[in-house]
């Protein structure tokens, strides 16, 4: 159903393997962003399954709970003749030297079951409660959970998704990720240590967006520097020979 997977309490993250899986996935999309949010029209997603042009040239990761349903997803978008969702969103400037585009992707579609976000005003990711310092979002309470991610202080279904993202970045040789989103996502990242540079102005694009450059090697600097505990529950599944050179520390 998905590989490379990893658990935390009822809830399983990994790399979508399995149609049904991922056809779940598409179908919260379309409860996420076409239902509750109405940033997709119904009518253009019949059978209830949002879907685009670039799920094929796309890795899938899923967040499924105890019954296996798909409660949260993200995906990277590769490289391919159709580029990359935020290039024919908006002007971007690179920063810093431009490596060879395969070793780029474009993180995109994270979504967080409603019933899993707490709080009206979280919006569609659940974090807005953790920006105020307020319990809610999309933490339950159970589990053996790393401690760097334990407590409703931390939004465990997105950095669940991140984590198994950044592990499956990794093994694929990806250094660098576009991202186009809100506000509050960037910020809920930079808080987690997730560091991403603007590299153009917001636009209209499933609301107010702005596009974001993230490169790893610049994450897990500042992670090595401010936040290593939170460094080593993200490699944790991950193999060593992924390592950077640089780590001080071999994961447990």
Same mark, same amino acid.
């Given at each position: ?132 310092? !307020?319990?809610? @979002?999309? /933490? ?5 959970? +790393?401690? *760097?991610?334990? &407590?409703?202080?931390? $939004? ?8 198994v993202m950044y592990q499956e970045s990794k093994r694929r040789g990806l250094t660098h990720w ?11 990242? !930079?808080?987690? @240590?997730? /560091? ?5 102005? +917001?636009? *209209?694009?499933? &609301?107010?967006?702005? $596009? ?41």
């Amino acid at each position: 159903m998905i590989k490379n997977s990893l658990t935390y309490g009822k809830f399983r993250f990994g790399v979508v393997d399995d149609d049904d899986v991922k056809k779940d996935t598409f179908r919260m999309r379309f409860e996420v962003y076409a239902e509750e949010f109405g940033f997709e029209r119904k009518e253009d997603h019949p059978g209830g399954l949002e879907t685009d042009a670039y799920e094929n040239n796309s890795i899938h990761f899923a967040c499924l709970n105890e019954n296996d349903s798909v409660v949260g997803t993200i995906r990277l978008v590769l490289d391919s003749d159709k580029g990359f969702p935020i290039e024919h969103a908006t002007e971007i400037t690179f920063i810093g030297p431009k490596p060879e585009k395969h070793k780029i992707a474009e993180i995109s579609r994270l979504t967080v079951s409603k019933d899993l976000r707490r709080r009206k005003e979280d919006g569609m990711y659940g974090v807005e409660g953790y920006l105020k310092k !307020k319990e809610g @979002g999309v /933490l339950p309470n159970d589990g053996s959970i +790393p401690k *760097e991610m334990s &407590g409703r202080k931390n $939004p465990i279904i997105v950095l669940g998704l991140c984590q198994v993202m950044y592990q499956e970045s990794k093994r694929r040789g990806l250094t660098h990720w576009y991202m186009i989103t809100d506000n509050k996502l960037f910020f809920t990242l !930079k808080k987690y @240590g997730f /560091l991403f540079h603007p590299i153009g102005e +917001p636009v *209209e694009y499933h &609301g107010k967006r702005t $596009p974001y450059l993230g490169i790893a090697e610049e994450v897990e600097r500042n992670l090595v520097k401010n936040n290593p505990e939170m460094l080593k529950a993200l490699l944790t599944g991950l193999e060593p020979e992924y390592y950077p050179d640089f780590f001080p520390f071999k994961s447990d």
